[in-house]
Every structure is written in structure tokens, then in C-alpha cells.
């Protein structure tokens, strides 16, 4: 499995490069779908230059990167393509691993359920073979590296591109039952944008699970094994921050990335759902729908972490992608990430419903972005709500596609414990309806 | 939420969609077309009203008085012209600095790909000359356009006088608030483009031009002016511009408003407003007026010099001067007046034109069809587009359910490749009907004996033709596919490729999107490789793009009324074809790209399906 992997890796940086080259990179640079304030690379050169002069680069509300990033890129700035792309090769073959690893046990678990005889008779074709799971791992890497937004996103230099690297190491320390490290990657995903805290949950989760500790409030053990969790978490992230804080010498960062993260002062148009909004709304109304908006990130986590307790790695690509849709400042690079873990879920075709509709909505969608952006910008003869319709449709078929995921991963669960073909009592077929 | 949650009830609207999905399609057709022709019946049109307070209630008093004044101006421009073989730049140096204004001049030079043969031009240079007024009474931050072109022969003569006339009765008024800038373009279109690439500093099309020295304000609006005789029996208002692009429907509301004043007729695509909309002959009056426009949209050129503007954020419109034999005959003095009222009224101005519509279609002059009445025409035959990929999707979908016992995943992985396939050699073939015509000339040149516009133009015919041979070669390409399920995912993904495409396109220019349309979807809709081929074959290629404009050039040309036959019909096509390739390349005009590059690639995926085996 290694040759197809390093092939796919040689084509991925081969059309990158190609891009990085054409006249399409000036370009791609320029779209609001692809890059964002938090991390266009012209506010991350508009940073260094500050740097170098002496100057502290959050004065003057242009950059609004880490510190970590930006001193980062004060030794490689020369050789910036090199690290998008190494960083875009770096997630899928983690992705790649993780997958592995996951499908592995997957795969033993499975097993050890059908010669305990727990499945019904009738789910047998639910049951997944190994023919079908050997290639998983190598369409995720796929899916992820030949994705058009991955491509725009790491061809932008977005930086968005470098976090989703730290979050698949994340997720790969994780599925490896690494605590230390899983811990150190999360603390390092949410310095970079906050939101990733959300996955501290189902990292917790898994780990537990792995070592066969019950989720039970009432066990030492397990409060004991969290803190433990919680503790190198929050001190690598204090670590982090105190770094950043030696680094620059100020505390300058904490509002210019968080407080910019949180309050969302830049309105440029993006393909999320704040910009609009915000700029429509009245200022006293401005923090309270400021703070509904987001919540909504954080909101789902107990929720979805009570229902899918025994699955924890479904449950971290749901986390994944309800950030993607719902933080400040999303970007096409934020969607592939999630987009790269459709394949894993490959077994719950069957059960999807809206498949057909969702992906002609999100193909629709990313035509029309460009085209009713130029009619808004340069024809002028279109306005913001054109394209902030866009953005709501694209918006509520991501919402539709990860619900729709959800549901079939249930269904799939309930028949797996309940069997296949559900009678009525009266002996009628049954259907599952979802209300 | 019930459809998309209860399993009952969407089996229920799927099976009824599948089931009834050819008659759907066709009730929709038809209903598309039916939509679209109602759009030009009166009661189901709106009147334009002025929208811009600003240049509503406002009361302007037009005294232009020097009309004959202005002609003989024009006659001595004229004389100047004829003498210098060209534009006479020194002449109208002296006159426009002779009437107070700040006077400026741009040369540029431009070779064209290919000899313009409708123009007669292949290395073209020229000057513009330009003169500011400037504003009394407000700092200089914004500016109007009035332009007038220096044409060859004896052209336009008239609109250069009355705009050096206009001038100097300008400069004697004291209200204006915003600039004004007179400019003489020579070379028409070519001329035009280079002084707004000079003005704003951008240099899109890799013309030379030599930097302004002197600029106005930013540009709110501009006129563009044609006169050619020294009395006029009716002004016409020109509005389609590039990638037809319209200006602000208050222009137009402007233009109606005063022409009603001072009392002058008016036309839209050179038809007078009609009253009879209740009899058929005034309803036809009405459509054609309407189908004008859409051909003309559709083109996606400048139809005047004004089109240019409107990529640069410029509300802009042209107003020819028309004499044909009616008694009732306009003086310049009157047309003066005319120029003068717009003027002011645009001077009063607080913010751009923004208040009326930018999408719209006129069935005459007085009336009006918004986007939102003629989008839900293009809306019916697109969605033929999606019940078909939605037929095509349950057709996919459902066999595997019924062989899921023996495990049957294999023939959706061969499936990706046969569909890359037909899809890479189609754009491909797309890609050299784009760059070949132009790149090859010289090679078409040497061993032909054609000149090197047929060159272009001929070359490009044969790529297109050359297209059709491909299915056999993409098949040979492969190996093992053909199976019935490789067509239909084929089919599925180039019917949404195309309403994709339509879609997008029918925003940026709805006649265009709306004419492919009416042609692409019903062949989209019925192709399959089980048809009769030799008819099919027939069908398709009489509803290609290609074949498309040649209907459209022979329907505009009955429109106009100047019936063409088979043979004028012909050349027509063919210098139309010269003139979309060189609008392209002057111009950065959309739609020869848009139907080499992606059109064209999309109907060959359906010609593939076609010879599917």
C-alpha cells in the first residue's frame, strides 16, 4: 500500500506546483471562498514585515495569525510553498494511518461481536468485509489531497492548511492510544483557532474506551485517567500561550486572535453564516447574537457526545465538520478536512437519504460563488443578498449531508442490535421514521 | 421537513417523479417556452417608472440654443478630417481649448490577432482626444462622460459638432457639480478601451496606450453619441454592452422621460412604443422588439460605444441619431436641448445609479420585464435538466439493492475511468477549438489559399466538425467498458454539468443561458445510445451551439427586417464567428471562451452517450 500512497502524494504536489506556477495562484488568492481574514498569507507577509521592523504585527488590525505562525514563517517564509505542500502531504498520510489503525479495530471488534453472536441473523449484510475496507485508507488520503479545496486552499498558502495537519496529528496520536501527544496536538489545535476544544471530548472518549475504562461519574478511575487528560492538555496549552508571550514580549495576540475569533469585527464576505448577519444587525443586538452564534459550535458537543459515547471517532468527524460550518471564519480548506472522512463512513451509503440532493446543492454552489461574486464586485449589478443566499444554501446542504451521515450511522447501529427487516407487532414491515 | 425525513412519502413523490418523469418534462418545455413569449403581453409587463429621487422631482429648464451653430462646427470638423485622412487632433485640440476646457490626448496602437475584414483594420493606431470641464461648484470627485466617435467617411460628423457645441454652452453654466469629460474616441471601440484601461489604470487586454495626463473624477454615467445628419426624425437608445451587460434601468427611464418633454420620438431597437398591445400585430411588434434584445444580449458584444463602461461600474448608454423618411423632423438644436436636460438631471446625482433594476428585458421602450418575471422561464427548462438526473439517479441506484446478495460493488470503480475519459477528451478538443483557429493561421495561410481571416474562422469549423468524429476514438481509448451502467452515470454527470453551466451562465447573461438552453435541454433530455442514431445524429447536431447561431443570425436579420438568403446568410456566419473570436480578444468579450471551452465540450459528452456502445 505504500506505492499508491507515494504516487498519490507525487501527483498531489505535482498539480500544486503546477498551480503555484500558473498565473491561477494570484488568483486563487484573492477569493474570500478560500482564504479569510484569520488567514489569508497577505495579512501573514503584512505580519512579518511588521516583525522585522521591530514593530509588534498586531498593531494595526491587519494580522490576526498566532504568534507560533508567524515566527514559523520567519524562518521558512522563503520556502512557504515547500511548507504548504509538506503540511497538505503531512495530513493525508496521518489521515491515511489513523484510517488504518481505526479500521483495524473496527475490524477486530466486529469480529469478536459475530463470534460472540450478538449480531441478528439478518444484518449479515450489514457486516463489512476486508476487501472493501483495504482501500479506505488510501481514498481518504485521496479524497483529501485531490479535493479542489484542498488544492485552492494549499495553492492560496491558507493557513487554515497548517491546522488541519495539527488536527489530523491529532487524530492520529489519538487512534495510536497516545495520550501525551494527543494532548499536546489538541492544545496546539486550539491556540491556533479555538474551536478544536470541542474535540477534547471524543478524544477523551476513545481513550478511555481503548483502555477499557467505563464512562461512570461514580469510578475513580475514570475521573482519575480524565484529570490526568485535562491536566496535559491545559498545560501544554498554558505552555503555548506562555511561549507566545515570550516570544513577542506582549499580550498583544490574545485579543487580536481570540478576541478577533470570538467578537468577529471583520465582515469581508466568506461562505459562512456570520457576515451577513452581522453586518444587517442593529449594535445593541450585536452581543447577544454574537454570543447565540457562537455557542452553537460548542452547543452540539454534549448532545452528540452522549449519543455516540461508544463511537468516538464518528463522533470527532462530526465535531470537525460542525466547526467547519459554524465557525467565524470558515474556509473551503476547513470543509476538506471533513470532506476527507466521507469515505470511512463508504458502509453507510445504503442508508443515506438526501446524498443525490446534498452534493448537486454543494456542486451548484461552488460554481456560484464566483460567478454572483463578479456580478456583485465588478458588474455591480448584483448585490450582497445574492451572494449571501449562496452562502445560507451552501451552508444548510453541509448542515443536511452531516445530519444525514448522523442518521444513517444510527440506523445503522439500531439495525445491527435490532435486525434488519423490523417487524410491526402485528407482523407488517416496519419503517423508521425520524421525527 | 417531512419529505426529506419520511421514507413514505418520499417514495411516494420519487415514484411519481420517475414515473411521470417524460411528461413532466415535456409540460415543462413547454410551459419554459410559453412563460418566455408572455413576457412580451403588455399586461404582464410593468412600466418603467424613474426611480432615482434624485433625478425625479427636480425641475430642469433645457435653453441650449446653439444648435445650427453646432452643425457648422460639425462641417468644419468634417472638412478638417477629410483633409488629415484621419481624426484632425490638432484642430480639435485648438477648438476644445478655444472653448475653456482643460484638452488632453492618448494614442495608442493595437495589432489585432487577425485582419478585421467587417472593419477593414489589422494594425490600428490612433489618438483620443479628450477636454474637461470642470466643476464650479464641487470638489472634483466625480465626473460624467459625453463621447462622440471619430468614424471613417462621413460619419458622425454631426455628434462631434454638437458635443463641441454642447461644451461651450456648458462651460458658460455655473451648476455643475461634477466634471465633465468630452472625448473624441477614434477607432471606435478600440479607441474607447483604451482610454478607460488609461483612466483606470488597468490594462486588461494588453493594448499600448500612452497614461493620461489629465483625469476627472470617478465616472458616474456616460452617453455615448451618434449623429450623422443634421435633422433626425427619431432618436434611438442603445443599451447592450459587453457580456450583455445592461446599464441601470433608470438610464433608459431618463432617456423616455425627456424625449416625452421635448417632444421627440424614441425607439428601442429602432421600434416605436406601440398602443395595440390587445391586437396580434401589436403583440408581435412586442415580441420582436423583446427577441431583438435577447439576440442582442445573447451576442454578448458592445452594440455602441458606450458598452465598455459598464465593466467599469459606469451606468452608460448610446443614443443614435436616426433620419428616415417621416415628415415630422427634429433639428439639432432640439437634440441639444435633449443632451442638456440628461445632463443636468445626471448632475444632480448623490450616489450611482443603483436605485432601478440592472436585469431586465424591454418589449418596448415604455415597458419592462424584471428578473424576477423572466427568470422562472429559464427556471422550467432547467429543471427539466434535474428531474432527468434525478430519473437517471434512481435508475442507478436501484439495482444494486436487488444483487446486493452476491456482492456486486465492481461496476462502479471501472466506472470512474470511463467517465474521465470522454470527459478529458471532450474539454480537450474544447481547449483546441479555443487556441488553435488564432495559433494556426499563418500555418492555414501557406498551405491554403484563403486570407487569414477565413483562416481563423475556417479552422475553427473544423475543429468543430472534427469534434464529432470522436466517440469512435474515445472507445478505442477503452477497454471492457460499454455497460449500461457506464452510459447512465455518464449521462447523469454531463446533465448536471449542464444545468450547472446554464445556470451560471443565465445569471450573467439570461438571453444567452435562455437561447442555450432552448436548444441543449431537450437533446440533453432524450439522448440515450438506444435511440434510432442516424435521426438522433441528425437532431443533435441541428441543436449544437454551432448550428444554434446560425439560426440566430438568420432570425436577427428577419427581424431587422433585412431578410438575408441562404448564401448572404452564410458569409454572415462566418464574419460573425471573426467577429466573436476578435470581441474575445479586444474586448476579454466572455462568449466565445464560454462556448469553446465549456458548451461545446458539454454536447459532445451528450454525442459520446449517443454512440455509446
Redesign the interface.
Known sequence: MAAPLTLLLIVAVTIRAALFRSSLANLISARVEVVSPLNAWKRVVEGLALLDLDISPYSGDVFHETPMVIYLFHFLVDYAEITFMLADCLTAVALYLAVKDYNKQVFRKQKFELEADRYPMDCL?LIR?PT?MYYIPLKVAMVYLLNPFTILSCVAKCTCGLNNAVIALFILSTMRGSALLSAIFLALATYQSIYPLTLCVPALLYLLQRLYIPVNVRRSSFWIYTLQYLFMFLGSLFVLVGLSFFLLGSWDFLPAVYGFILSVPDLTPNIGLFWYFFAEMFDHFRLFFLCVFQINVFFYTLPLSIKLKEHPVFLIFMQIALIAIFKSYPTVGDLSLYMAFLPVWNHLY?FL??I?LVS?VL??CS??FP??W??WI?????NSNFYYAITLLFSVAQI?LVSDYFYAFLRREHHLTNGLYLKKKDGSEA????? | MGLLSDPNRRRALIGMLTRLNAPICLICYMAGVAWFMGLAFEPFTLRTYMSENAMGSTMVEERFPSGERALATGREFAAHKKKNGGMPVDWLVRTMQSRGLEVFTQHFSRKLPFPDEDKERYMVKGTNVYGILRAPRAPRTEALVLSAPCSPGNDNNQAVGLLLGLAQYFRSQIYWAKDIIFLVNEHDLIGMQAWLEGYHHTNTTGMDWSPLQGRGGSIQAALSLELSSDVVTSLDLVLEGLNGQLPNLDLANLFYAFCQKIGVLCTIQGKLPRNDWDTTSGYSHAVQTMMLMVLKQASGRPWGDHGLFLRYHIEAASIKGVNSFRQYKTDATTVGRLMEGMYRKLNNLLERLHQSYFFYLMPSLTRFVSIGYYMPAFGLLAVILLLRALDLWVQLSSPPTKTEEGGIEVPSSPGVLSILTPLVISHLTGVALYTLPILSQELAVEHFPVSETEAVVLTAIAIYTAGLALPHNTHRLLSGEGTEQGWKVLKLVAVLYLAVLLGCTALINFSLGFILALTLVPLAAFITPHVPKALSAFVMVVLSPGFTLLFAVFFFQELQETPVSVQEGWMLFLSVISQGILDHALYGSLVYPLVALLVYPCWLLFWNILFWK
Open positions: 449484510e468485509s472493501e445504503r437519504r438526501n443525490f448537486c456542486l451548484a460554481a456560484l460567478v454572483l463578479h456580478l465588478y458588474a455591480g449589478s448584483a443536511l419503517t423508521l421514521v425520524l421525527k
